[in-house]
């Protein structure tokens, strides 16, 4: 099966929205923070409407299948995925979300966005194990409708991106991780 390294060019390539989704493609769901979590807000008596997750790992072998290319697996680098974090904040895209990559909502907005570094990393204290360099964001929801109807029903569990990316042939240096995380991925998958 073909595998291509999904890479940020310059111009407008990169991510433009996050999207809240049911089954998201790096396969790991966020945490959502109400008022009885261990993390305190300045207001303790309401919910904090936080969701916290995984946008982009760096390595993660994802599935695909379209008209051009038929099936095939695309990654991404750790250079890669800083890029597009980066990038989506400088362009000032903190507020642009979708639900189910289906339609834009309103109400929500990233609240902290980092690269995981280390075993101490904040991402560690959620129970989220992801690998350094993974793209970390927490949004909060003040959308009535789309923290009462999809976060708090568990209709969306985590994060899936959009954006453009240009495809290229995996590197030399990436190919190590990236064949050691395609061979997880299809021993799990039963392949």
């Not at 291509?4 to 996050?18: H, L, Q, R």
Request: hydrophobic share 35%; no cysteine.
């Amino acid at each position: 099966m073909k595998i291509f390294e999904m890479i940020i060019n310059d111009g407008d390539e990169g991510v433009y929205a996050i999207s809240l989704v049911d089954r998201p493609a790096i396969e790991s769901n966020w945490v959502h923070f109400k008022d009885e979590e261990p993390i305190q807000f300045a207001t303790v008596d309401e919910e904090q409407r936080i969701i916290l997750g995984a946008v982009l790992v760096p390595s993660k072998p994802i599935y695909r299948k379209d008209d051009k290319h038929g099936e095939y697996y695309v990654f991404t680098s750790k250079d890669t995925v800083r890029k597009a974090g980066e990038k989506f904040l400088h362009d000032s895209l903190n507020n642009k979300a979708t639900i189910q990559h289906e339609e834009e909502i309103n109400g929500l907005r990233v609240v902290e966005s980092w690269f995981k570094e280390g075993e101490h990393d904040k991402s560690m204290n959620f129970g989220l194990d992801v690998p350094d360099g993974t793209w970390m964001v927490s949004y909060r929801v003040d959308n009535e409708v789309i923290w009462n109807e999809y976060v708090k029903t568990g209709k969306v569990k985590g994060f899936s991106i959009e954006g453009f990316f240009s495809f290229s042939t995996p590197s030399e240096e990436s190919k190590p991780d990236l064949i050691e995380e395609l061979e997880k991925v299809l021993k799990e998958e039963g392949a």
